[in-house]
């Protein structure tokens, strides 16, 4: 009998612990077991990232679409290129979309914003985002309202 | 010329106690397994080494995640960012607090009673009356327990750092009053699945490892007398907790640092 107690109680345990790392899958990290159709690498060029950084989200009206996966510099153009994962089932980004470095909140992390465009052809896996906008950096705003007032 | 003599004394003793435990080990677990003989006896070791630490672990990663949650909301509220708690509690818990803390009390709670309970059986003579009949202790007595602190201490430190989320929750949430869906989703925002929860847990398993490891070779490798089962339990505390600290910065290094 004291055998059994002893082994229902392991068995509780072991339980315990396999329910504990659902929790932090699921509830933790928002691991989704949602099948996806894979996804797909778009790249952007942009002249300046500011403070973003692999792992980013990658957003269309809000809603979180994919990630970014790499940023380098364009050897050719002198310009930061960033690839990014969209998710597959975001299969209707016209070619002629663009993307905006944006800031959440006033400290918040920065994130890139897509926006659709009109064009009827779509982006495939390793295209580019012709139409970017740069991260605001707060120096540079600053440097350009201090002309204008001077110009004044 | 006495001290280089010394110094070199206590090198090879430490490569000698090195070289036995690892023999020890090789031997329990590599040469000559009998995973059928050893399932019962292995149950029961699950039983003393890691349910009757859940209780210290449960009690411990609550307040740990509370205090987390606590401070974290008196600091972040400063900057107007106080939702960015549930992303702190968490990645601090999952990533460090959770495998380090866990593995610093089991070294307290189970490694020290193993050591103690290996140690009385070799200074009472039951590991040499085992041998004598044809059992070998190292087979019965030391690979058992060994797999069952290698098996519990990732359970126990997933089960810690979940409880410690849920303990910040509770503190942010409900005392402070954090709005609880910006607490969540900042938080699953920030946490990876694969490199958070995945480090935190291969972290717990090296540092089970290494714990047991300790706690095993130094009742094994005791001197069979009472002084020496107390010294013995002894190094197997402060030894498992300095390995433990060490490996995890070496392991952060490896895992998060991007050297």
């Known amino acids: ?152 | 010329m006495d001290k280089l003599a010394l110094l070199g004394r206590h090198g090879l003793d430490r490569l000698a106690a090195f070289g036995r435990s690892s023999m020890i080990l090789f031997q329990a677990l590599v040469a000559k397994p009998q995973p059928l003989m050893m399932f019962p006896l292995l149950v029961q070791q699950i039983y003393f080494v890691g349910v009757l630490s859940l209780i210290i672990i449960v009690v411990s990663g609550l307040f740990i995640g509370m205090v987390l949650g606590l401070q974290g909301y008196t600091i972040l509220v400063d900057y107007g960012s106080e939702q960015a708690v549930g992303q702190m509690v968490a990645l601090s818990l999952v990533r460090e607090l959770a495998p380090v803390v866990t593995a610093l009390l089991f070294a307290g709670r189970a490694g020290s009673a193993l050591t103690a309970e290996i140690g009385l059986m070799k200074a009472t003579e039951q590991l040499s009356s085992l041998e004598m009949i044809g059992v070998d202790p190292l087979r019965r007595i030391i690979a058992p327990r060994f797999w069952a602190g290698f098996i519990c201490l990732p359970i126990l430190s997933a089960i810690f750092a979940i409880v410690g989320v849920y303990g910040g929750a509770l503190v942010s949430i409900d005392w402070l009053g954090i709005y609880d869906g910006s607490f969540w989703a900042n938080m699953q925002n920030s946490v990876n699945f694969y490199e958070d929860v995945m480090n935190g847990l291969v972290k717990a398993v090296v540092f089970g490892f290494v714990v047991t490891w300790i706690a095993v070779f130094q009742g094994y490798d005791c001197i069979p007398t009472s002084e020496g089962i107390s010294q013995a339990t002894t190094k197997t505390v402060v030894y498992s907790s300095l390995a433990v600290l060490g490996l995890d910065f070496i392991l952060t290094a490896v895992m998060f640092g991007e050297v």
């Open chain 1, 1 to 152: 009998m004291r055998m059994r107690v002893l082994e229902i109680s392991v068995g509780a345990f072991i339980l315990a612990g396999i329910l504990a790392l659902i929790g932090l899958a699921l509830n933790v990290s928002g691991l989704t077991m949602s099948t996806s159709n894979g996804s797909y690498t778009v790249y952007a060029r942009f002249e300046n990232i500011g403070g973003l950084t692999p792992r980013a989200k990658v957003t269309m009206s809000g809603v979180t679409i994919g990630k970014v996966t790499q940023i380098d510099l364009d050897t050719d153009e002198l310009v930061a290129k960033v690839a990014m994962e969209i998710d597959g089932n975001v299969d209707f980004l016209s070619i002629d979309s663009s993307a905006a470095i944006l800031t959440a909140g006033l400290l918040g992390e920065q994130y890139i914003g897509v926006t659709v465009g009109a064009e009827e052809e779509y982006l495939k896996n390793g295209d580019f985002i012709e139409d970017t906008q740069s991260a605001l950096v707060l120096e540079e705003l600053i440097g350009k309202f201090l002309f204008n007032e001077a110009s004044e």
